[in-house]
């Protein structure tokens, strides 16, 4: 099977991982704050909070903002269950916007029209999860601009693009945010096997993650209510969680950094060719905005199915029938059963619902091989009948 994706593990990934193993410290030891400064620098945020997943730093990032039972957070459909479960998790109410069925993220029209209708009922949102599908950055300027007329944060769920960038700097930077998340899911673009980031240049909101991340306590004197009492002293000062990252994952997300560029590089490298080979398939890939460069997590294509005339499952299972490890990104996020218990409604979001009825992922990572790609091609042109 050549599966939709895989990490990539070496000697060297292993090697760091022992030496924590043999080391003095399993978690809370040196090895996260230098992966923390390691990211930070690399992308250019003033801050990083390492934790155990990008699902645990979308809670933390929400409730730094401050969101809670009266507020709303907008999200897009197309993106994992993640990107929206922080909003119910603070206990905040959650609708989305359609996407773009070209670039596949959230459409800064729908957006734009959705604020000024939710401007006049009074129900704006206090922050938009700008996911950037596949690896490719959103329209960051234009959301930015959005934000300042409304009052909005950003939260820039960047779980598929990290090694991306936009309009030149590598995304984390959160030059058009508030904060950005990072996944180091083994199946995104570098793993800590479990592990993700977030990433601020604000100082109130990067002590306010810090907090929550570990139980709401706080060991630093100036941080502290009441004076310290000893050395042993410590202070909870809100309901926090414990969602840190140990430092055998952030030895391992180390490791992987170092190789970042290299895999970036190979993932554009083979979209590349997948764009070229499938030039005359009656498919539609996704549109590259002129200031985003892809970080490539995924590939999908769009059947064209009035031309095609075989329904998209058969397509599917013929091409796992071929040893291709298919998938689909996304299901609609409000088609969830759960979302739909929550008042969702097939038919609310067309472009995306449009979008899941042809969408496929096709096999992208970075120890691909030329070989691997010809066998994709070649089971799909069978698939689809050509
Ligand atoms: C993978 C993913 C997440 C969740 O990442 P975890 O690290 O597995 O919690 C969140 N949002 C998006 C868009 C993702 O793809």
């Excluded at 099977?1 to 760091?16: E, F, K, N, S, T």
């Excluded at 993700?196 to 502290?224: C, V, W």
Aim: proline letters at 4%; aromatic letters at 10%.
């Amino acid at each position: 099977m050549i599966p939709y994706g895989r990490q990539d593990v070496l000697q060297a990934d292993i090697d760091a991982v022992e030496k924590v193993l043999r080391s003095d410290y399993l978690t809370q030891g040196p090895v996260v704050p230098i992966f923390e400064k390691l990211v930070s620098e690399k992308v250019g945020s003033s801050y990083a909070v390492a934790v155990n997943s990008a699902t645990s730093a979308l809670h933390i990032a929400c409730l730094s903002l401050g969101l809670g039972s009266n507020d709303w957070l907008w999200t897009t459909p197309i993106s994992f269950v993640a990107s929206a479960n922080c909003a119910l998790y603070c206990g905040a109410k959650i609708d989305f916007v359609d996407i773009d069925p070209d670039t596949f993220n959230m459409s800064v029209l729908h957006l734009k029209e959705k604020l000024e209708r939710a401007s006049k009922d009074g129900c704006l949102p206090k922050v938009v999860v700008a996911v950037h599908f596949a690896g490719q950055s959103c329209d960051m300027r234009s959301i930015k601009e959005l934000s300042d007329v409304y009052g909005f944060k950003i939260i820039e769920d960047a779980s598929h693009a990290v090694g991306g960038s936009y309009s030149d700097k590598l995304i984390g930077g959160c030059e058009h945010s508030d904060i950005t998340i990072f996944s180091f899911h083994p199946v995104k673009i570098i793993t800590s096997a479990e592990g993700g980031m977030a990433l601020t240049n604000n100082h109130e909101l990067y002590q306010q993650m810090s907090l929550f991340r570990s139980h709401g306590i706080t060991r630093d004197p100036k941080q502290m209510l009441d004076r310290s009492q000893g050395p042993w002293y410590y202070e909870q000062l809100v309901l926090g969680y414990n969602y840190r990252m140990t430092d055998i994952h952030a030895a391992l997300g180390i490791s992987q950094l170092s190789r970042l560029d290299d895999y970036v590089a190979k993932r554009n490298q083979i979209a590349k060719s997948y764009g070229a080979l499938l030039n005359e398939f009656p498919v539609r890939v996704q549109r590259n905005i002129d200031l985003a460069h892809s970080a490539w997590h995924i590939f999908v294509v769009r059947l064209e199915l009035e031309k095609i005339k075989r329904p998209k499952l058969t397509i599917f299972e013929d091409l796992l029938s071929h040893g291709i490890g298919v998938n689909v990104h996304y299901i609609p996020i409000h088609m969830q059963p759960y979302y739909r218990q929550l008042g969702f409604k097939v038919g609310q979001f067309p472009n995306a619902e449009r979008y899941y009825s042809e969408a496929i992922t096709l096999p992208i990572f970075p120890t691909m091989t030329v070989q691997n790609l010809e066998t994709v091609i070649g089971s799909l042109r069978e698939a689809l009948g050509l």
